[in-house]
C-alpha cells in the first residue's frame, strides 16, 4: 500500500492550496480516505474525511467551511481544497486509508486508520 501526497508549500494567509493523495496497492473504492495534520511541537490531528463512495465528508471544526476534501475513484486520488489559510494551518499534512468504516467521531481517531502515507508541509505565513 502506497499513499504519496504532495501539492504543500509556502503561501501567505488567505491564499489557497490544493493538496493530492495518490494511492495504489489496494481497493482504493473500498477505503474511507482521510487528511490529519501535525504541527511542530503538537500531536497528529485530524483535519476531514470522505467515505468511500464519496457521499459523506467529515471535518474538524477548525476546517469547517474553509478546507473541502474530495475524492476521484476513477483516478485512484483523494484530495484536499485549502481556502483562507492561517498561519495556525501551518503543519505537515498526512493522508490516510481505512477499510470501510462509517464516518463518526471514532474517525477523528488516528487509531482508527489503516494506512499512513508521508506528509506533504504546508507553511502559511502572516
Given at each position: 500500500?502506497?499513499?504519496?501526497?504532495?501539492?504543500?508549500g509556502?503561501?501567505q494567509?488567505?491564499?489557497?492550496?490544493?493538496?493530492?493523495?495518490?494511492?495504489?496497492?489496494?481497493?482504493?473504492?473500498?477505503?474511507?480516505?482521510?487528511?490529519?495534520?501535525?504541527a511542530?511541537?503538537?500531536?497528529?490531528e485530524?483535519v476531514?474525511?470522505?467515505?468511500?463512495?464519496?457521499?459523506?465528508?467529515?471535518?474538524?471544526?477548525?476546517?469547517?467551511?474553509?478546507?473541502?476534501?474530495?475524492?476521484?475513484?476513477?483516478?485512484?486520488?483523494?484530495?484536499?481544497?485549502?481556502?483562507?489559510?492561517?498561519?495556525?494551518?501551518?503543519?505537515?499534512?498526512?493522508?490516510?486509508?481505512?477499510?470501510?468504516?462509517?464516518?463518526?467521531?471514532?474517525?477523528?481517531?488516528?487509531?482508527?486508520?489503516?494506512?499512513?502515507?508521508?506528509?506533504?508541509?504546508?507553511?502559511?505565513?502572516s
Open positions: 500500500v502506497q499513499l504519496q501526497a504532495s501539492g504543500g509556502l503561501v494567509a488567505g491564499d489557497s492550496l490544493r493538496l493530492s493523495c495518490a494511492a495504489s496497492g489496494y481497493t482504493f473504492s473500498m477505503y474511507t480516505m482521510g487528511w490529519f495534520r501535525q511542530p511541537g503538537k500531536e497528529r485530524f476531514a474525511a470522505i467515505s468511500w463512495s464519496g457521499d459523506s465528508t467529515y471535518y474538524a471544526d477548525s476546517v469547517k467551511g474553509r478546507f473541502t476534501i474530495s475524492r476521484d475513484n476513477a483516478k485512484n486520488m483523494v484530495y484536499l481544497q485549502m481556502n483562507s489559510l492561517r498561519p495556525i494551518d501551518t503543519a505537515v499534512y498526512y493522508c490516510a486509508a481505512g477499510y470501510q468504516f462509517p464516518l463518526t467521531i471514532a474517525t477523528m481517531s488516528d487509531i482508527t486508520w489503516d494506512y499512513w502515507g508521508q506528509g506533504t508541509q504546508v507553511t502559511v505565513s
